[in-house]
């Protein structure tokens, strides 16, 4: 179950000035270690630290690919990939570009494949309004727009996100 609290957009330059959208109300971020403990009581056939060692190895040599000039995939996962964040405007000519002048820097990124693809989720995905217990009432001063709300569905008794 997801759940979510609502924001109001406070963005005076958005469209969507005034408007709510709900987001999801994260109650805590899973470690490294945790999935590797998580992973053994699923019967792995491994120890906790022998999964977490192979985990931390993936991490690296997924970095040292993505370095290298290659995408990495891990099926009904992620296809991970590296982007590069130009300044805005860019450069009048070929040799008006230089790396120093243009470029901003390098960006992560992480596209679902397989059971993660947003299809799926939604098919398994049910929503419920945030209690008024937790810390996550806050108002977002920026955003909005499509990626804060949308077609969500589902109600806030909660429910499938696509029924």
Request: with cysteine; glycine share 12%.
């Amino acid at each position: 179950m997801i759940s979510y609290v609502l924001k109001q957009n406070k963005n005076p330059h958005s469209v969507s000035k005034g408007n709510w959208f709900a987001y999801p109300d994260i109650k805590q971020t899973v470690t490294l270690s945790k999935l590797a403990e998580l992973m053994c009581l699923h019967n792995t056939g491994f120890s906790k630290g022998a999964v977490n060692g192979l985990l931390t190895d993936m991490v690296s040599i997924i970095k040292e690919q993505l370095l290298d000039g290659k995408n990495v995939k891990i099926a009904d996962l992620a296809i991970f990939s590296l982007g590069i964040k130009n300044t805005k405007g860019g450069a009048d000519s070929e040799e008006d570009f230089s790396v120093v002048k243009n470029i901003q820097g390098v960006k992560f990124r992480a596209r679902a494949t397989g059971d993660l693809i947003a299809k799926n989720l939604n098919l398994d995905a049910s929503l419920k309004k945030a209690s008024a217990n937790t810390n996550s009432h806050s108002e977002t001063t920026g955003g909005g727009g499509n990626s804060g709300g949308g077609n969500s569905g589902g109600s806030s008794e909660g429910g499938p996100v696509n029924p």
